[in-house]
């Protein structure tokens, strides 16, 4: 049970040195940037214009924040760093 708790302690830690204002401003911000692609998407699709490129581009930047958290958590383990 000690165990669990301090895991739990370490997990959270971040988020109970960070402020609850700090915190809800910054998923808030995160909120308002999908709200705005979305209605971007909307307005786009009725004006009859392609979000294909912008589409592309959000793509590959989650492809590379997938490489780079594989490579920290390879590391993390002790295992060789991926390119």
């Known amino acids: 049970m000690a165990k669990e708790t301090e895991g739990a302690a370490r997990r959270f830690q971040g988020l ?4 609850t204002g700090e ?7 995160a909120m308002d940037a ?8 909307a307005v786009l ?3 009859g214009l392609s979000t294909a490129p912008a ?3 959000r793509a590959q930047s989650r492809g590379n924040l997938r490489t780079a958290l ?3 958590s390879s590391q993390d ?4 760093c991926p390119r």
């Open 77 to 80: 383990k002790g295992g060789p």
């Open 34 to 41: 999908t709200i705005a692609r979305r209605s971007q998407r």
């Open 16 to 19: 109970e040195a960070w402020g």
């Open 55 to 57: 589409e592309a581009a």
């Open 23 to 29: 915190l809800l401003e910054t998923w808030g911000r």
């Open 45 to 47: 699709g009725l004006k």
């Open 70 to 72: 594989s490579a920290l």
